[in-house]
């Protein structure tokens, strides 16, 4: 071992003290230099450039003082010894350097004992030194241990938890206080005790050092699973004395991994099994990947078309599009993000295949083009229904353009209005001028009919449904036109409110029905004029007439002889002429109050074989005089009924005089009375003329009469007929006649046997 030199540096103003110093010194065999400063200027240069190992200081110095210079040198280096050598005994001053850091002191007249100090000081100063070192070292190491991101634990050989870091309290939630002492197990599950003996312990005893991935538990009880890796703490002989490891929490690793896994399975299960095709080429535009849709898509296994060229599967055109857009997005792969193009494909028996696709170009870390990747879909289902759509569209289109009717849809929320040719052409408008929004619609609508219009229009579109209405617009020539205008409204397929509907220029049928409303409002006048007229000749025509009547009947009486049988024969002509003259007014009065709705029923209960006798005899002399048979057959089921016996008797007199008027000579007229369910049912049968079938009809309107009967001289003014069907419509009655020309006609009429049976209101 190679002497060290001692250095020593002196502070001292008496230089033969130093010499006596250095000759003890050099006596006790100790190699040194020496170093002698005076002052403070030649201390500090002294403690700096000589590096003193030792200083050895004068108490009380001229220029310097010992204090001073032992407070200098603890503040440079604290483990150079620093000795008091002084001459006065001042033991108050001795005790303040020792207090203040001094490591001795000696007394001048004591300076043999120099070397023992001087050796005494220097193995101190060493063994400061060393532990100074090794505390340094240790420190640092666990200041490392103790800021490692990584959990770090250490045990002994029982697994006695020794040292427990930041990072472990962060990750299992023990803080070090409460981990320290306890066995290491705190960290493990219970059920994983085993593991923790035969593939944590045991492998590190036998291997010194040991990596696994364990599930591990916090002090809240959660789990994590974490990364170990561990090594034995050796002792100075080898044994082991101790674990130390540290764990990372891998469960994110873990859970990525495994989503990683399931993602990567997902989207290979939705390649396989989608219907579109998806593939990837390499840049050469040779396919690397297909998935099995290919094959339903244009008949070629996964197999036979991974290797093939893109060129191989299309015509030349197609396929110089598709290699531009390749060139394309490989020349520039990070701005090109995807295209969505159509082509045609040939599938495996060289049928083309309109396919629609969308790819794109994967890259590299670093954006260089490694692949390009995409989807091919077929459309020739989606291009058929498109085609279809197309061609319905343009049916409606064309016929929209040849009829003159309109077609309109209103995008409500954009006010954007479409109108067909024939829209515009209705009123006078070619098609860039008409009208586009519901303002300007508005403003063609006459003013009386757009404040009844517009709230049905605003019903329909916040309501939906339809709407119809008429109204009058405006045309540009200035005039109005009637337009029939339907529509309904309803959501479109992006969500807008739209209106669709027709319009219908019906100008002329308003016309017609205007016209056809003006010649009824004549017809009723013309009507209600009558009627009064009527009316009023009940007075002015009854009154002569019974003037006419009664004097004739006066002058006819039998007790009369001053008259000459020809004066007779003319007054009988005036009675009977002045009856028909008064049946016809009746008749025609009782028509006029139907008509204006104030003929009255009155019911009563009647037997109607009484009736019904009472007016045949009123005809015996007609009958009489023609020689006609007058047969009733009354049924067994007979009973009274209740009805307007004033009009059952005029109805039947009515169908029994005709029968007689249209009977020639020496014929029969049957009455037949029964009771059919409900009703009474009475017919009038004769044996005389007959109707033709197409008079049968007529005969119960007003003032027809079958041509040539009344120049037969049948007389009467055809109104018979229809205050029988009156009579019998306001009983809910009916009538109806069946005949054979020439050879008689039987006329049934039926009337309920009470008003109850119809509901008729008494
Ligand atoms: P009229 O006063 O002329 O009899 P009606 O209304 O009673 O008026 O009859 C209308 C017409 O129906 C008659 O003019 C006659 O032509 C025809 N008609 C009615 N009853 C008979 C009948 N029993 N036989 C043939 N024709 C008849």
Known sequence: MQEQVLKILFIEDMPEDVELAKRKIRESGITFETYVAGNEDEFLRGLYKFKPDIIISDYLLLEFDGMKALEITLTYDDTIPFMILTRSANEELIVDAMKAGANDYLLKERINRLPFAIKEAMEKRNALKETKKAIGSLEFLSQIIEQSPYAVVSTDMHGTITSWNKSAERLYGYSANEALGQNISLVYLESDFV????????????????????????????????????????????????????????????????????????????????????????????????????????????????????????????????????????????????????????????????????????????????????????????????????????????????????FWEWDIESDNFYFSPGSYKMFGYEDEEFPMSIEKWKEMMHPDDRKNIMPVIIRSIEEGGAFNFEIRMLTISGKWRWILAKGSTFKGENKNRRAIGTLVDITERKKAEEQMILARIAAEDANRCKNELLANMNHELRTPLSSVIGYSDVLLDPGNDNLTSEQKKHLMTINTAGCKLLNLVNNMLDLAHIESDDMTIRFSKFDPVKSIEKMIEGTTLLAKKKRITIDVNVHENITDITADIDKFRKIVYNLIENALKFTPENGTVTVDVMIRNDDIEVSVEDTGIGINESDRKRIFDPFVQVDGSHTRGFGGAGLGLVLVKEYLKMQKGTIWVESENGKGSKFTFRIPVSPLFRGNDI
């Open 195 to 406: 593991i923790l003996q035969k593939d944590i312990i045991e492998p590190l005893i036998e291997n010194g050092s040991n990596h696994k991935q364990v599930r591990l538990k916090r002090k809240d009880g959660t789990t994590f699973t974490g990364s170990l890796s561990l090594w034995t703490i050796r002792g100075r002989a080898g044994q082991p004395i101790g674990m130390v490891g540290y764990a990372l929490d891998i469960t994110k690793e873990k859970e990525a991994e495994s989503a990683l896994k399931e993602s990567e399975e997902r989207y290979r299960l939705l390649a396989e099994n989608t219907l579109d095709c998806i593939w990837m080429m390499n840049t050469d535009l040779v396919f690397t990947y297909v998935n099995p849709a290919i094959y339903t898509m244009l008949g070629f296994t996964p197999e036979e078309w991974i290797g093939s060229k893109l060129s191989d599967h299309c015509d030349e055109e197609n396929f110089r599009k598709m290699l531009g857009y390749a060139q394309a997005g490989m020349a520039d792969p990070n701005n090109f993000t995807s295209i969505t193009f159509q082509t045609e494909f040939f599938n495996i028996n060289g049928k083309r295949v309109p396919v629609e696709i969308i790819g794109k170009v994967l890259t590299d870390e670093d954006g260089r083009t490694i692949a390009l990747q995409g989807t091919t879909k077929d459309i020739t289902n989606k291009l058929l229904a498109e085609k279809a759509l197309k061609e319905s569209e343009e049916r409606l289109k064309l016929a929209m353009k040849v009829s003159e009717h309109g």
